[in-house]
């Protein structure tokens, strides 16, 4: 397993750190085993979550090489599931219905990588069903999926077909495009001049800017711990199908002018070395709006980093910001969003 040992904290720069938590298994993982030949259990016990003494940043202990992050991105994940899905409207019964006989065949077949794959799937669309007043359904349904009941969710498809109507907000069918985050940036910016974003294009506040008549712009930037060239999908690619449907300027963000807000979302903790960016970003941009998941959970195999209460002041110490965290209407879907202005 080729991986470097990382000493510093890739914000602070601190050499002292504690272990935090162990990474949990997921579709990257997985890849990222097979990717270097070990197991999944192997790999999620070598690469751990450390915590930095002095800034509170959570990061990993060892780390994948470029060109590893990169075939991990291009080949093995080439397109953004979530930015996709978002985009795509694919929030619906039919397709829940769809995938169901992918897992079923995957289950007949015992191909444990599909089984895995579509189980996530189908907990995904679960998840992104509005709370109201069917918890204990949503629990019911979960269990099927993760029982392998096929019968039971095919005697549920009245109520399936009942609450998969629309995506609860901020999950992953729904994206980051939201009237009321917006009202909450327009408010604590004092309006916002203008808006890019830099990630992914397919599922933040770009179209939402645009039609209210903001100058826009999406950032390409290359990293290797993201998506990026064969991000592909019905013969597009994620950069043109925001440019084509919603008419936003695509511009290189090492040669884009200085500018108001900037978003990327679920972004920052895919960074190796985040204190660079975030200079970079705010030498160019009065403010910046960042979104994190999962910040109470064990970090991701796939995110470098994660981001407590003490590095996000951290960061606004550093830059001079002022940092927002009372946009409660996102924490429910287990996102945060920090605003620096």
């Known amino acids: 397993m080729n991986l470097k040992e990382i000493k510093n904290c890739p914000l602070c720069n601190c050499q002292v750190s504690s272990f935090h938590s162990n990474a949990f298994s997921n579709l990257y993982s997985e890849k990222i085993a097979q990717m270097v030949n070990v197991s999944e259990i192997e790999l999620l016990e070598n690469v751990f979550n450390v915590e930095c003494s002095e800034c509170g940043l959570i990061f990993k202990n060892k780390w994948f090489e470029p060109k590893d992050l990169n075939q991990l991105f291009t080949k093995e994940v080439p397109f953004h599931p979530k930015g996709w899905d978002a985009a795509l409207g694919r929030f619906s019964a039919n397709n829940f219905f769809k995938e ?8 007949t077949n015992n191909d444990i990588s599909k089984i895995n794959q579509y189980r996530r799937a189908l907990l995904s ?4 069903i509005v709370d109201a007043n069917n918890a204990e359904e949503k629990q019911m349904l979960s269990s099927y999926i993760e029982s392998k009941n096929i019968e039971g969710l095919r005697n549920s498809e009245d109520l399936i077909r009942k609450y998969i109507i629309e995506p609860a907000p901020f999950k992953r069918f729904a994206g980051f495009s939201s009237k009321a985050m917006w009202d909450y940036f327009e408010e604590k910016c004092g309006g916002v001049k203008n808006y890019a974003e830099l990630g992914c294009p397919l599922w933040g506040m770009l179209k939402h800017a645009k039609a209210k008549g ?27 199908f925001a ?10 963000f090492d040669t884009s002018e200085k500018g108001h807000l900037i978003g990327f979302f679920q972004y920052l903790d895919h960074l190796e070395h985040p204190g660079e960016f975030l200079s970079e970003v705010f030498n160019k ?23 407590t209460d003490s590095s996000i002041n951290f960061i606004a110490d550093k830059f001079n ?21």
């Open 125 to 128: 669309i679960i998840d992104s």
């Open 285 to 307: 941009f009065e403010a910046a709006a960042i979104i994190l998941d999962g910040v109470e959970q064990p970090v991701a195999i796939q995110h470098y980093t994660g981001w």
């Open 214 to 240: 903001k100058p826009v712009s999406f950032l390409k930037r290359f990293e290797p711990n993201y998506w990026g060239s064969n991000c592909i999908n019905l013969g597009s690619h994620c950069t043109s």
């Open 321 to 341: 910001k002022t940092v927002h965290t009372n946009f409660e209407e996102i924490k429910s879907s287990g996102n945060y969003l920090y605003l620096f202005v």
């Open 243 to 252: 440019n084509n449907s919603w008419d936003v300027p695509l511009v290189d």
């Open 100 to 107: 169901l006989e992918i897992f079923q065949l995957a289950i």
